[in-house]
């Protein structure tokens, strides 16, 4: 939805030296990659929030974890970031319209064939 943060949770593990922090990374429509910091929520799970944004915006987003050995491990995708694109909210007022078509020409049809076979 237009303007609605959107939250993401990604499950970190380090074995060996522990998790030091996980960022999220963010760009909108291929600008500046903005980070965040993400926040340890229990077990093996961080989340972070990239901020609402207006209709048509492309985010892309990566989480990039760092370890207490100074490793640094980036998201293991075929693509190094995640997509998606703010589409606006379905208008309440179109569902009407949408639904009454097809009830229509079902009602039209129907009503055809009683008559054929009447």
Do not use: C
């Not at 609605?4 to 074995?15: C, G, K, L, Q, R």
């Not at 909210?89 to 079902?106: D, H, I, N, Q, R």
């Amino acid at each position: 939805m237009p303007e609605e943060n959107v939250t993401i949770s990604v499950n970190v593990t380090d074995a060996l030296s522990e998790v030091q922090n996980v960022t999220l990374w963010y760009t909108t429509n291929g600008g500046e990659w903005i980070p965040v910091n993400m926040t340890w929520e229990s077990g093996d799970t961080y989340t972070g929030e990239i901020p609402g944004q207006p209709a048509g915006t492309n985010v892309q987003h990566k989480i990039v974890a760092y370890d207490n050995a100074g490793n640094v491990a980036v998201e293991e995708y075929e693509l190094t970031y995640h997509a998606y694109t703010v589409i606006p909210e379905f208008p309440l007022a179109m569902l009407l319209p949408l639904l009454m078509f097809p009830t229509s020409v079902a009602v039209a049809l129907a009503k055809k064939r009683k008559q054929e076979n009447s």
